[in-house]
């Protein structure tokens, strides 16, 4: 069964760091692009990273540059976002998708096939 738990998240002052993580089951993620998305409430789903599955590349939101850091673990089928600089605007759930096939990866979550339940990250002082 093709599954995605993430981790990770969790009550943080402004400034303070987090990674989060995501455990993929059932499926390897060498084909797939993966990214991360997140939600606040009474807002739209919105992407912050991806990793392409042709080359590796990865794509952030202009909102998180210079923040947010994606990376995949092929062999423990992880992937993580590490989160500087954290701002109360960051407050959101955090959901990692997949996207199969072997592809650049977008910020869009049209196309993405799986994804996780998401994880709590709440930035306030």
């Known amino acids: 069964q093709l599954q995605l738990v993430e981790s990770g998240g969790g009550l943080v002052q402004p400034g303070e760091s987090l990674r989060l993580s995501c455990a993929a089951s059932g499926f390897t993620l060498d084909y797939y692009a993966i990214g991360w998305f997140r939600q606040a409430p009474g807002k739209e789903r919105e992407g912050v990273s991806c990793?392409?599955?042709?080359?590796?590349?990865?794509y952030y939101a202009d909102s998180v540059k210079g923040r947010f850091t994606i990376s995949r673990d092929n062999a423990q089928n992880t992937w993580y976002l590490q989160i500087n600089s954290l701002k109360p605007e960051d407050t959101s759930v955090y959901y990692c998708?997949?996207?199969?096939?072997?592809?650049?990866?977008?910020?869009?979550?049209?196309?993405?096939?799986?994804w996780g339940k998401g994880t709590q990250v709440t930035v306030s002082s």
């Open positions: 990793i392409s599955s042709t080359d590796g590349s990865t």
């Open positions: 998708a997949a996207d199969r096939g072997f592809k650049q990866c977008v910020l869009s979550p049209d196309p993405y096939d799986y």
